[in-house]
């Protein structure tokens, strides 16, 4: 049975993983910290992974180091997807409607709360839309969520999360986001339903920490970087001349691929603790 986010105290970043090894990079930093960790697959990445392999990996590996670690669906678009991360025992999904009328939205929703709770799985649902960094401001602007429109949503839906768009994007920052802090004040005035922030990429500590003293803030997405301290692993890899034929060594290769996510995430995790 599933315990975590609004039963569970406490805060969790949530880093999207495509693999196994994502996965072990993710966890060996959770476990070193004795943290507890969400590991969240996108759509792209769900259709392509071993289902049963990762939801054994990870069952094993929390049962190994004693730690909570949580698999959820991120930005589900169709309830067959959703059906089959509930299937495959995954803790959580996201369902993602923000792009519909606000009617359409809480009707999809439901329909995923549906079927979401006969499984003990917990549903998350965006309000507003969340942009990417490449949009134009106001584009951005226009997508941050109105307090009537929560007030609505969490009226008509039994979710268990809320992905309310406060003005952060999906992707890596070219300026700084204006993050509307009255916002995610007043939703906590008006619900106990806990807030998810999506694009935590290339948010500073600072940022980081100002979020999280929110008591209402649950969830803080991290996809981005963990892509990035990835492709940083393989830069380490060639400027260190690891990819030269002679003495090519795999093992090495991957270790700095590993340690490079790691770090990021422990970086993170951290924040958590202060
Ligand atoms: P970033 O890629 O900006 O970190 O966003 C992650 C996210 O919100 C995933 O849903």
């Given at each position: 049975m599933n315990d975590y986010?609004?039963?569970?105290?406490g805060q969790f970043f949530a880093f999207n993983i495509w693999n196994i090894e994502s996965a072990r990079a993710v966890m060996d930093a959770a476990a070193a910290l004795r943290c507890n960790v969400i590991l969240q697959t996108s759509v792209k990445s769900f259709a392509l992974l071993d289902r049963e392999e990762l939801r054994w990996f990870v069952t094993r590996y929390m049962k190994k180091h004693d730690i909570q670690v949580y698999l959820h669906l991120d930005h589900a678009q169709k309830t067959e997807i959703i059906a089959e991360a509930i299937a495959n025992g995954w803790d959580s999904v996201m369902v993602d409607?923000?792009?519909?009328p606000l009617e359409e939205n809480i009707g999809l929703t439901n329909e995923v709360c549906a079927m979401a709770e006969k499984s003990g799985v917990l549903v998350e649902a965006e309000i507003g839309a969340v942009g990417k960094t490449r949009d134009e401001i106001d584009i951005r602007e226009a997508g941050i969520a109105t307090i009537e429109d929560i007030k609505r949503f969490v009226k008509s839906t039994r979710i268990d999360l809320l992905a309310a768009a406060i003005g952060t994007s999906h992707g890596s920052y070219h300026e700084s986001p204006q993050i509307h802090y009255d916002l995610i004040e007043e939703t906590g005035r008006i619900t106990d339903v806990p807030l998810v922030v999506h694009?935590?990429?290339?948010?500073g500590d600072e940022t980081l920490l100002r979020l999280l003293s929110y008591p209402n803030i649950k969830k803080i997405n991290i996809s981005t970087d963990v892509k990035l301290a990835y492709r940083n692993g393989i830069l380490e890899c060639i400027q260190g001349g690891?990819?030269?034929?002679?003495?090519?060594?795999p093992l090495k290769v991957t270790k700095l691929i590993h340690d490079s996510i790691e770090n990021m995430v422990a970086k993170k995790l951290r924040l958590l603790r202060i």
């Open positions: 986010m609004g039963k569970v105290p409607a923000s792009d519909r694009g935590g990429t290339g948010l690891y990819m030269e034929e002679e003495d090519f060594n």
